[in-house]
């Protein structure tokens, strides 16, 4: 019989998702880009050279996972759609070591750093995410020895 781990699910923030990569909010410490007063501030949140990149409109229907995925040298942003549902994203450096996995509530916009294993788990109301990644993203499958669900804290 597989054995089951529940995750608790952590908020958002700069400090604890450091590890795996960037809210793309602008922190207090960053200036904007290009400002113009009474209409907008522009702010540029996070840079990566690439040869292109893609826009993928994932749905997530799952409330478990039984695997991890990785991009070794890409890195891919997750933006939560206000269409419906909410989302976790499980997150891990890496996946062997005991403990290693950390759920977030996929609440705002985030870029994972190259080389992160990930798998997005719904919490309510089917997720709508928008991904965008580089075209010549390349994956890496981690199988776990158990299968993994998310509840509250």
Not at 55 to 63: Q, R
Request: charged share 20%.
């Amino acid at each position: 019989m597989i054995q089951t781990k529940i995750l608790g699910i952590h908020a958002l923030s700069n400090k604890a998702f450091a590890p795996y990569g960037r809210i793309l909010v602008p922190t207090s410490e960053e200036s904007p880009e290009t400002s113009v007063p009474d209409a907008f501030d522009f702010y540029i949140v996070y840079t990566a050279f690439s040869s292109g990149w893609q826009l993928g409109y994932l749905t997530v229907e799952t409330k478990e996972i039984d695997h991890l995925e990785c991009h070794p040298t890409t890195p891919e942003a997750f933006v939560p759609l206000p269409l419906r549902g909410e989302a976790a994203l499980v997150v891990s450096t890496d996946p062997n070591q005991e403990n290693s996995l950390h759920a977030f509530r996929l609440t705002k916009p985030v870029v994972l750093n190259a080389g992160v294993w990930h798998n997005v788990i719904h919490l309510v109301d089917g997720p709508a995410i928008l991904i965008i990644e580089n075209p010549d993203v390349t994956d890496s499958y981690h199988e776990l020895l158990y299968i993994v669900q998310c509840n509250e804290k």
